[in-house]
């Protein structure tokens, strides 16, 4: 690559080499630093990366290199970087060992979740980071399995306080989905002057001026191309010029480079470096197995690649250059790929790395071959296992292809096609899927790829186009596999409740019909119960089917449930929960299933897990707890990059606080999501939300209209449709409109009685009362207050005492007035609902209560994460289970913990809790 030049850079490098001076420095100062190095083949990133390594002295360094032969094999790229440092894998913590151990193959586990494999690379490189700086260097990213890429991204973004460097090379001006967003460095092609002093510094005896000129020309500052161009000519051209121009790309005039230098070399060397490129881990004693099967005598043959500047091997065997390794492939015929690749999985070990084996087969393959098929099947289910999807797709993929036996081949190609859409490659499953049914497919496989189908669909474009694929697979499924027709109806029935009002065509009631008349599922009953009821519901009425939801909760709240049988079935249940006012099994099904997500790094299933958990402690009163909630939900956002849930999230609290610039932002974000585009619960939910906010600071003709449009179909699944009569009703009332008020209030009235809860029953008093006169509404409110007294919801029971004060008020009743509307002002208050704590200010003032604005007393200003971290750290959880709830390295747990100590003036954990409830203010 490009020589070097005085100061032990690069030639034409000093911008590059200085933006890695300045991350080695970053580094060795106790920071991390990330980067990714970006431009065309031959450009000098591996270059760059090598002296990243040598100028990182005082530093350990760890490689990593994406080859594109391995692209399907999970989790590659990755064993390669932490391999050195897997001796320390039992210092982390349980979850994290068993994710990282399961993933690498080195113990059997459940599949573990991307992410907390994630989070177990971060710890590990931080306890490496521990013992001295580390600089990781990731070369060809782009080249790296699919797993391996968006772990190492992940890793990226948690750094913060640990001295660990990631430099990432990649190939293109197109960077990777996972990539996107890191700081990142253009290297560009090198300036006339360096180009022609680098080519003079190469060529030996003399080169024409012309010839100079035309090879400069060509190379395009290339380096490589500047270095290798040269090769092709003879010495008469490069003395003299005659020679016709190459119009080919670059990149293929120097692979084409590479091609005539591999076709000079002796048979034998060509054949070893063709064993050397199929055999991309660079194992020497692996090499050197199968060469001696194929007779050559590596020590022979290896000595003209290296002295051609092809090939190094030492500890390892290392191409110079990835298009050598890729034009050492590319001379050989097919039958020499086949013998080579036959050669390499005899040599290698079936015990220790049988997949390696099995994809070696697979290439050497000329046609169908059962044999290699079902091995390649054993492999796709143990790289299932580990939890690398991608891997099982191209495994299972391959497997279909080599299947001589229709049935099967449809059977694989459906198993490589569930395995696509796992991994998120939706169009790639829906070839798979029109192969598998080219093939033999039996009724069982056939309603399972039509339940794929309407995943995909789902998945990929919107829940109305899903539903009547997903309709036809559970009628499909119902009389072949009962309790998977069941949990395909659970699952659309859920996604009814994401999606809110569906799309014109889509009836959720043909869904509920069809479930009713399904078989039986397995047992437990609970779970049939919980179906069948939301199924009356929806095609009886509330009224018939709420009971039936209600001791189907009280058995869910009774019984425990597996860590499978919880991630399918709680987030259901909890959000029945809401939906029929059963307002304690809400609170414990929503935290339990919190817990359950966060202890097994379900990350699938903790977003909207959070979310449920943040409404509910909302309407608890209890907004520092759904700050907290917010927060992590936020961070799995930024995470995961999907971030509608926690934006949902955090448009319920901003609402209820009254933050109308807040409020209107989240709901601005929402709505402009193009990944909710069409999605009835975008506008059903921001209005909602636009109504509490307007209630909140008074503004009741515009809460009336937002109410309106939250509640224009009631009969949606989701309970914020429900939860919007609420909002109605007051802004009904306060804005004029009494008839429409009362017509709310007559049907919210009709489904408490259903439900039959304290908490139902107790805002429908409420909510009868606004539209009551004289001694009736005085009665009401007091039951409400009584009812929702004996509840958790004190939300709604300060809201009540707000409406009652200033009835009273109204009624010329001030002293009675201002019991109530202190009541509600302490309480709203406290809670931090701002804008309704206000409104009773006035109403207290108006009474002719002197009442001064409530004040914060300002200690100190934490920022949103630290913030966070001082409240875990206050409920004694430690900087391990800090760092594994928030996605950050522990060292990083203790650098912000420091920080927040000196903020607060305090010395110990112990004062945390005491000094937060003295009141911070937070910056986002």
Not at 312 to 324: K, S
Not at 430 to 455: F, K, M, S, V
Not at 526 to 532: A, F, G, M, P, Y
Not at 758 to 773: F, N
Request: hydrophobic content about 45%.
């Amino acid at each position: 690559m490009a020589s070097r030049g005085p100061g032990s850079q690069l030639r034409g490098r000093q911008i590059e080499c200085e933006t890695l001076d300045q991350l080695v420095a970053t580094v060795q100062d106790g920071h991390s630093s990330v980067l990714v190095l970006r431009g065309e083949a031959g450009i000098g990133k591996t270059a760059l990366l090598e002296y990243a390594r040598d100028s990182a002295s005082g530093c350990r360094t760890a490689r990593a290199t994406g080859v594109e032969s391995e692209m399907e094999l999970a989790f590659g790229g990755l064993h390669q970087l932490c391999a050195p440092f897997l001796d320390q894998l039992g210092r982390l913590p349980a979850p994290q060992r068993d994710a990282l151990g399961t993933a690498f193959g080195l113990s059997a586990g459940t599949p573990p979740d991307r992410f907390l494999v994630g989070l177990a690379v971060l710890s590990l490189l931080a306890d490496a980071a521990g013992k001295g700086p580390l600089v990781c260097l990731v070369d060809d990213a782009q080249w790296l399995d699919q797993v391996s890429a968006q772990t190492l991204a992940f890793v990226a973004r948690r750094l913060l306080a640990e001295p660990i460097g990631l430099v990432f090379s990649v190939r293109g001006q197109h960077l990777e989905p996972e990539l996107r967003g890191l700081p990142q460095l253009d290297v560009g092609r090198l300036s006339d002057s360096d180009a022609r002093a680098l080519l003079d510094s190469v060529t030996p005896g003399r080169l024409d001026e012309q010839v100079r000129d035309r090879i400069v020309i060509e190379a395009q500052g290339n380096p490589l191309a500047l270095l290798e161009l040269p090769r092709g000519l003879a010495p008469a051209e490069l003395a003299g010029g005659f020679g016709r121009p190459d119009a080919r790309p670059l990149a293929s005039q120097i692979e084409q480079g590479f091609l005539r230098r591999v076709g000079s070399l002796p048979a034998e060397t060509q054949r070893l470096l063709l064993i050397a490129a199929a055999e991309p881990v660079g194992d020497v004693t692996l090499l050197t197995r199968a060469a001696e099967l194929l007779g050559v005598e590596v020590a022979a043959a290896a000595s003209p690649a290296e002295a051609a500047g092809l090939i190094a091997i030492g500890t390892r065997v290392r191409f110079h250059h990835p298009l050598m390794r890729s034009a050492a492939y590319r001379a050989a015929s097919p039958q020499d790929r086949q013998d080579v690749h036959r050669a390499l999985a005899d040599a290698t070990d079936p015990r220790t790395d049988p997949d390696r084996r099995a994809w070696h087969l697979a290439n050497a393959a000329a046609g169908p071959d059962e044999t290699v098929a079902a091995e390649l099947e054993r492999s796709a289910d143990r790289a299932q296992a580990r939890g690398g999807i991608a891997a099982a797709a191209a495994f299972h993929g391959r497997a279909a292809e080599l299947t001589p036996d229709p049935a099967r081949r449809g059977a694989r190609a459906l198993a490589a096609a569930r395995a696509k859409y796992q991994a998120g490659g939706y169009d790639a499953a829906l070839e798979l899927l029109d192969a598998a049914e080219l093939g033999t497919l039996n009724e069982r496989e056939l309603a399972q790829a039509g339940l794929l189908r309407g995943q995909i669909a789902f998945a990929s474009r919107s829940a109305g186009s899903a539903f009547p694929l997903l309709l036809r697979a559970g009628e499909r499924l119902a009389p072949l596999d009962s309790g998977l027709a069941r949990e395909t109806y659970r699952d659309t029935l859920n996604a009814a409740m994401n999606a809110g009002r569906l799309p014109s065509g889509a009836q959720v009631v043909d869904i509920a019909e069809a479930m009713l008349a399904a078989p039986p599922g397995p047992p437990p009953e609970r779970n049939d119960l919980l179906l069948n009821g939301v199924g009356v519901a929806l095609t009886e009425g509330y009224a018939a089917g709420a009971p039936m939801v209600l001791r189907a909760l009280e058995a869910f709240r009774a019984e425990g449930v597996s860590r499978e049988e919880g991630l399918g079935w709680l987030p259901f249940a909890s959000r029945m929960a809401h939906n029929v006012w059963d307002f304690d099994s809400w609170s414990v099904l929503s935290a339990r299933l919190v817990d359950l997500a966060r202890g097994t790094g379900a990350l699938s299933v903790l977003p909207s897990a959070l979310h449920m958990l943040v409404s509910n402690r909302v309407l608890a009163g209890e907004f520092a707890l759904a700050d907290a909630l917010v927060a992590e939900a936020v961070t799995i956002a930024e995470v995961t990059g999907s971030r509608y849930l926690a934006q949902y999230a955090t448009l319920i609290l901003e609402a209820w606080r009254g933050r109308e610039a807040a409020t209107r932002q989240v709901s601005a974000a929402i709505t402009r999501d193009p990944a909710l585009q069409g999605e009835g619960k975008v506008l059903t939910a921001t209005q909602w939300a636009n109504a509490v906010l307007c209630n909140g600071l008074g503004r009741y003709e515009e809460a009336y209209v937002a109410a309106e449009r939250a509640f224009e179909h009631p009969q949606e699944l989701g309970g914020t449709a429900i939860r919007s009569t609420i909002e109605l009703v007051e802004a009904a009332v306060r804005s004029g409109r009494p008839s429409r008020a009362a017509e709310v209030a007559r049907q919210l009235d009709e489904m408490a009685r259903a439900g039959g809860t304290d908490w139902a029953l107790g805002t429908s008093a409420c909510v009868r009362a606004q539209v009551s006169d004289g001694s009736h509404a005085e009665a009401l409110y007091g039951e409400a207050i009584e009812r929702l007294g004996r509840t958790e919801v004190r939300t709604t029971l300060a809201r009540t005492r707000l409406l009652y004060g200033e009835w009273l008020r109204r009624e010329n009743r001030r002293l009675d007035a201002r019991e109530q509307l202190g009541l509600a002002y302490e309480m709203l208050g406290d809670m931090g609902a701002e804008a309704f704590a206000e409104r009773a200010r006035r109403e207290l003032q108006a009474t002719g209560e002197t009442v001064r604005k409530r004040t914060v007393e300002t200690r100190a200003t934490l920022t949103a994460q630290e913030a966070q971290i001082a409240r875990l750290a206050g409920d004694g959880l430690t900087n391990p289970e800090i760092g594994a709830q928030l996605f950050i390295s522990p060292h990083t747990v203790e650098w912000h913990l420091r920080k927040v100590f000196a903020k607060l003036g305090i010395t110990s954990r112990k004062q945390i809790r005491t000094t937060l409830l003295k009141g911070t203010t937070l910056t986002t």
